[in-house]
């Protein structure tokens, strides 16, 4: 069977219809590369603080106490100051302590302003209130008596909370926050998996492999003749097509890796990125029916709306993990356009309709369900989940795992179709 495999990705690759798309796939993702890093050095890898606000404490409660309190805000207002300079200056180790500083400041008084009980809407209370101690912090809970009117928006506490992990992170990984578009061995793959595959991937699955059957016709009749081969001749090409596509797409990837670790190294791989556990453990669609407008906030690598990035489910992951998992979702992707594109050649006669019914079915789906989409029908649509990074990352509205299981069903699906083409139409 390997023998046969590998005769098909020899074969594929010295068509020159294919080695100047791939010629032309190389091209776009250096120019991407080019331009992320480019933006990566005007990007901000730092976010302006939340404040702690004192409008709803009153001096009249005690007036001492008001005092003291005043007091504690004032030096926390200085805190931001320094740390702000920090950040311009690059004195990244200063900043991401002054972060956590005061990212933990702010998520204890969002608790204690709020009048939600704590053991029921507080995630990582008890790690806040660790590195509370351990940086040596006042505890805010003292002033509760100051508050007049306590609220039960909680989304700022998730935020903050969010931050003082992720700082933390940092500080103790000895690590330097990086931007958005930061490229260097360890993030490119994902930057390419993010920025460029969503489209290309099923562009270049079409182009590359929409010929096959008619270059094929030739060797078929042969090889169907020999006894029990026409049972895996199926499977044989569907591994021979998966795998010359994710050498065309993963082989680049490696070598801007090996290339970029001279430059910058490796370190990067533990740098956490925030990722949506709720859609990475099970089916579960992010409801926020009702949003006027989505804003954007950068943090590191991750990129959300500000509704997600004040949600409870936000946990952290290394950039490895997360690559990896990406991965997985890349494969699996490629299997699905593969099988599609196959399917539609041998049920259609003229390989140009069945391009042309390929690019179209696809580019509907994705029509219909832009990255920004909340429709849940959307759960169903295979374009939903074209780009696994936004859907592991909590940047989409569908979950990694939803993702995982709608692909891989209808991969498995048009296998099945893929047999019974094979039976009736004798391959």
């Not at 990984?173 to 958005?180: A, K, M, R, V």
């Not at 791989?269 to 949003?291: A, C, E, N, R, S």
């Not at 042309?356 to 369900?369: E, T």
């Amino acid at each position: 069977m390997w023998t046969y495999v590998l005769f098909n990705i020899k074969s594929n690759l010295k068509r020159k219809e294919n080695l100047i798309l791939v010629v032309l796939f190389i091209i776009c993702e250096i120019a991407l590369l080019f331009i992320l890093n480019t933006k990566s050095f005007t990007e901000s890898p730092y976010q302006t603080s939340l404040g702690i606000g004192i409008a709803s404490v009153s001096q009249k409660n005690d007036p001492k106490l008001y005092q003291e309190f005043m007091d504690e805000v004032n030096l926390i207002r200085q805190t931001i100051d320094k740390g702000e300079q920090d950040g311009k200056d690059k004195n990244w180790k200063s900043y991401c302590e002054y972060k956590v500083k005061v990212s933990v400041l702010e998520a204890q008084w969002y608790m204690v302003t709020s009048n939600m009980p704590n053991d029921s809407y507080f995630e990582h209370a008890d790690v806040l209130e660790e590195l509370r101690k351990e940086y040596g912090l006042p505890d805010l809970s003292q002033y509760e008596k100051l508050i007049v009117q306590k609220s039960n928006d909680i989304n700022l506490y998730f935020c903050s909370m969010q931050q003082a992990r992720y700082f933390d992170y940092l500080l103790k990984h000895d690590l330097t926050p990086i931007t958005y578009s930061y490229v260097d061995a360890s993030s490119v793959s994902l930057q390419i998996a993010r920025y460029i595959l969503p489209v290309v991937l099923p562009l270049l699955v079409g182009l590359l492999l929409f010929q096959q059957r008619e270059r094929r016709a030739k060797t078929e009749k042969t090889i169907l003749t020999i006894s029990g081969v026409k049972k895996k001749y199926v499977r044989w090409n569907l591994i021979s097509d998966v795998l010359f596509v994710l050498l065309v797409v993963f082989m680049p990837i490696l070598v801007y890796m090996i290339v970029l670790v001279p430059f910058k190294g490796v370190s990067n791989l533990i740098y956490p990125v925030l990722y949506y556990k709720p859609g990475f453990t099970g089916f579960h669609y992010w409801d926020t029916q009702g949003l006027d407008h989505i804003e954007l906030v950068a943090s590191g690598l991750t990129n959300m709306s500000v509704n997600q990035f004040t949600t409870p489910g936000m946990e952290l992951m290394p950039l490895w993990q997360c690559t990896l998992f990406v991965a997985f979702g890349l494969v699996l992707s490629t299997t699905f356009y593969v099988l599609l594109i196959t399917v539609l050649s041998k049920l259609m006669k003229n390989k140009y309709l069945s391009l042309l019914v390929f690019l179209v079915v696809l580019g509907l789906c994705s029509f219909a369900s832009p990255l920004g989409n909340m429709q849940k029908i959307n759960t169903f649509n295979p374009m939903s989940y074209r780009d696994f990074g936004m859907n592991l990352l909590g940047t989409s509205y569908f979950g990694y795992f939803a993702g995982i299981v709608i692909i891989g069903l209808y991969s498995v699906i048009l296998y099945l179709v893929l047999k019974w083409c094979a039976k009736k139409v004798h391959v």
